[in-house]
Nanobody
Framework: QVQLVESGGGLVQAGGSLRLSCAAS????????MGWFRQAPGKEREFVAA????????YYADSVKGRFTISRDNAKNTVYLQMNSLKPEDTAVYYC???????????????????WGQGTQVTVSS
């Protein structure tokens, strides 16, 4: 089992920045691929970014490419999402997710992740 706890959400003006953190506990964090997803009111949950278990590969949704950066610190069992140039359409609940590195992984598919956090709210005002 892996427990994931997101933090760092809040209210920010358009153009501002936030850094989300996802702290993992339980089994070896470094053996998991990690992803960030988000869900806006009335919309389906969507892929935002993902990072491989060693951090060597990163993936981004087109809507956040160039503005968001995913990173991880395996020594701290934490994955981060740095969000810059935020837009009102980035408003959503952001979730982190984990997938064991030994299995087939498709970074942008929710169904390929085994563990999920409870989410953190990000609100971007115009």
């Amino acid at each position: 089992q892996v427990q994931l706890v997101e933090s760092g959400g809040g209210l920010v003006q358009a153009g501002g920045s936030l850094r989300l953190s996802c702290a993992a506990s339980g089994r070896t964090f470094s053996s998991y691929h990690m992803g960030w997803f988000r869900q806006a009111p009335g919309k389906e949950r969507e892929f935002v970014a993902a990072i491989s278990w060693r951090g060597g590969s990163t993936y981004y949704a087109d809507s956040v490419k160039g503005r968001f950066t995913i990173s991880r610190d395996n020594a701290k069992n934490t994955v981060y999402l740095q969000m810059n140039s935020l837009k009102p359409e980035d408003t959503a609940v952001y979730y982190c997710a984990a997938k064991g590195a030994g299995a087939i992984w498709t970074p942008n598919l929710m169904g390929r992740y085994d563990y999920w956090g409870q989410g953190t709210q990000v609100t971007v005002s115009s």
